[in-house]
């Protein structure tokens, strides 16, 4: 793609990554095919290549974004299927963050858009503060249906209906500190516990922990740890997100210097993919550049790490379990067939999702800001995996998980929750 950028505006590091992206892409659309804003609704507008010309437009425009580009960037999922199909190796997840910061320092969004987005960024990431909001969910959920005819407040309806009916206990395994091994370490590791997983799914830390721990794996769950930042990246909020990967940064660099890390363990995808990308998104920082390219450099899914530590596994019951692979897991870290290569060498039956590569709408907070679309893409979703007769639906990503499990009619259970009742562990609680 040829572009228009004066010297003075490749001068803005931002317009010169825009650039580098921008002239790889060839206009080809192969990307169409597999975006489900554009499967769904048949917009270009709403196409990676349609996007990337607004962008493009934005940028060389040297203007602010508009109410009509920020629709259409909105309804982005960043499921990053474009970038699996992409023969000439576009980075779009790049482009549409760096477009995304733009609209949210240049556009006036409507107060009650404003309003969600800023109390989102100062709830979910935080997780007494997002516990404390799902309590009060709880009281503010007769008023769902009312918030739902009203178009700018749906997004309050929706969240007022993904809330769980009934928090679960934090677990008492998950204290900060250090988690030794009885027998002879073999490995030293810290799980990025989260924001989301810690609340709706404590169960999914705890089987982290538990099964490295029975694998001689010494686990650190350093105090200053929070949230990985993907929550305000995606939403443009960029301050308040590289607050959040400096104070992760400090914290795994103090004990790689300390003890040593071997390795950030993740089991939330979405948390993954934005933890491997530390080194891009400080790489400016002088203070930071280097720290932060070494701790992704060492991040790695608790599937890669299981993987490596070759273990064995006995399936107290044979299930028939559907994987459904993240969009964050399959496009943004590239694991596509290891989660199920584990389970079924686990003893389970695993099944793939026919359209596995399509989103089931969840990404974050979009299944709350664009529900109608979000809606469409978990009914589809739903419809593909009851064709594989599952027992259990297996998924990387708590978000995924809350998206399916109220209307899936089976399970829908962390992998590491399995793999780790194959290792000897307990019987998943949503069994």
Same mark, same amino acid.
């Given at each position: 793609?040829?572009?228009? %950028?004066s010297?003075?505006?490749?001068?803005n590091?931002?317009?010169q990554?825009?650039?580098?992206?921008?002239?790889?892409? !060839?206009?080809?659309?192969?990307?169409?095919?597999?975006?489900? =804003?554009?499967?769904?609704?048949?917009?270009?507008?709403?196409?990676?290549?349609?996007?990337?010309?607004?962008?493009?437009?934005? %940028?060389?425009?040297?203007?602010?974004?508009?109410?009509?580009?920020?629709?259409?960037?909105?309804?982005?999922?960043?499921?990053?299927?474009?970038?699996?199909?992409?023969?000439?190796?576009?980075?779009?997840?790049h482009?549409?963050?760096?477009?995304r910061?733009?609209?949210?320092?240049?556009?006036?969004?409507?107060?009650?858009?404003?309003a969600?987005?800023?109390?989102?960024?100062?709830?979910?990431?935080?997780?007494?503060?997002?516990?404390?909001?799902?309590r009060?969910?709880?009281?503010?959920?007769? %008023?769902?249906?009312? %918030?739902?005819?009203?178009?700018?407040?749906?997004?309050?309806?929706?969240?007022?209906?993904?809330?769980?009916?009934?928090?679960?206990p934090?677990s008492?395994?998950?204290?900060?500190?250090?988690?030794?091994?009885?027998?002879?370490?073999?490995?030293? !590791?810290?799980?990025?516990?989260?924001?989301?997983?810690?609340?709706?799914?404590?169960?999914?830390?705890?089987?982290?922990?538990?099964?490295? $721990?029975?694998a001689?794996?010494?686990?650190?769950?350093?105090?200053?740890?929070?949230?990985?930042?993907?929550?305000e990246?995606?939403?443009?909020?960029?301050?308040?997100?590289?607050e959040?990967v400096?104070?992760?940064?400090?914290?795994?660099?103090?004990?790689?210097?300390?003890?040593?890390?071997?390795?950030?363990?993740? $089991?939330?995808?979405?948390?993954?993919?934005?933890?491997?990308?530390?080194?891009?998104?400080?790489?400016?920082?002088? =203070?930071?550049?280097?720290k932060?390219?070494?701790?992704?450099?060492?991040?790695?899914?608790?599937?890669?790490?299981?993987?490596?530590?070759d273990?064995?596994?006995?399936?107290?019951?044979?299930?028939?379990?559907?994987?459904h692979?993240?969009?964050?897991?399959?496009?943004?870290?590239?694991?596509?067939?290891?989660?199920?290569q584990?389970?079924?060498?686990?003893?389970?039956?695993?099944?793939?999702?026919?359209e596995?590569?399509?989103?089931?709408?969840?990404?974050?907070?979009?299944?709350?800001?664009?529900?109608?679309?979000?809606?469409?893409?978990?009914?589809?979703?739903?419809? $593909?995996?009851? =064709?594989?007769?599952?027992? !259990?639906?297996?998924?990387? $990503?708590?978000?995924?998980?809350?998206?399916?499990?109220?209307?899936?009619? !089976?399970?829908?259970?962390?992998?590491?929750?399995l793999l780790?009742w194959?290792?000897?562990?307990?019987?998943?609680?949503?069994?």
């Amino acid at each position: 793609m040829q572009t228009r %950028f004066s010297k003075q505006q490749l001068a803005n590091p931002r317009i010169q990554l825009a650039d580098d992206i921008l002239r790889k892409c !060839v206009h080809c659309g192969f990307c169409t095919a597999t975006c489900p =804003t554009y499967v769904i609704n048949g917009d270009e507008l709403d196409s990676p290549r349609g996007r990337i010309y607004q962008i493009k437009d934005m %940028f060389e425009q040297g203007k602010g974004a508009s109410a009509e580009i920020t629709k259409h960037l909105d309804r982005c999922l960043s499921c990053l299927s474009c970038m699996t199909t992409c023969p000439s190796g576009v980075h779009y997840m790049h482009l549409v963050d760096e477009a995304r910061a733009h609209v949210q320092e240049t556009y006036k969004r409507p107060f009650i858009d404003r309003a969600l987005r800023f109390v989102l960024a100062k709830t979910l990431p935080y997780p007494q503060r997002f516990a404390m909001s799902l309590r009060a969910a709880k009281i503010a959920r007769p %008023f769902a249906g009312i %918030f739902a005819l009203l178009p700018a407040l749906k997004p309050m309806a929706t969240m007022l209906k993904l809330a769980p009916k009934k928090l679960h206990p934090a677990s008492s395994e998950l204290s900060t500190g250090r988690h030794g091994v009885k027998g002879e370490k073999k490995g030293r !590791v810290s799980i990025l516990t989260g924001c989301a997983n810690a609340v709706l799914e404590p169960s999914i830390n705890a089987a982290t922990l538990r099964i490295l $721990n029975r694998a001689d794996i010494e686990v650190v769950l350093p105090p200053e740890m929070g949230c990985c930042g993907s929550l305000e990246h995606h939403l443009g909020m960029e301050d308040g997100a590289l607050e959040k990967v400096r104070a992760n940064v400090d914290a795994w660099t103090k004990e790689i210097e300390g003890n040593g890390l071997d390795a950030i363990i993740i $089991n939330a995808s979405g948390c993954g993919t934005t933890v491997k990308d530390y080194g891009h998104m400080l790489r400016h920082d002088e =203070t930071y550049a280097q720290k932060a390219a070494k701790i992704s450099a060492i991040t790695k899914d608790i599937t890669q790490y299981l993987a490596e530590l070759d273990l064995s596994y006995t399936a107290p019951e044979n299930l028939r379990v559907t994987y459904h692979s993240a969009c964050s897991m399959q496009h943004g870290q590239k694991i596509k067939t290891l989660p199920k290569q584990l389970l079924s060498q686990a003893g389970f039956t695993v099944s793939d999702v026919p359209e596995g590569h399509l989103c089931c709408g969840s990404a974050g907070v979009y299944n709350i800001m664009q529900s109608e679309m979000a809606e469409t893409l978990k009914q589809r979703k739903l419809a $593909n995996i009851k =064709t594989t007769n599952p027992q !259990v639906i297996a998924a990387g $990503n708590i978000g995924c998980i809350t998206q399916l499990a109220d209307e899936a009619g !089976v399970p829908v259970i962390h992998t590491i929750e399995l793999l780790d009742w194959a290792h000897g562990g307990p019987k998943p609680a949503g069994l």
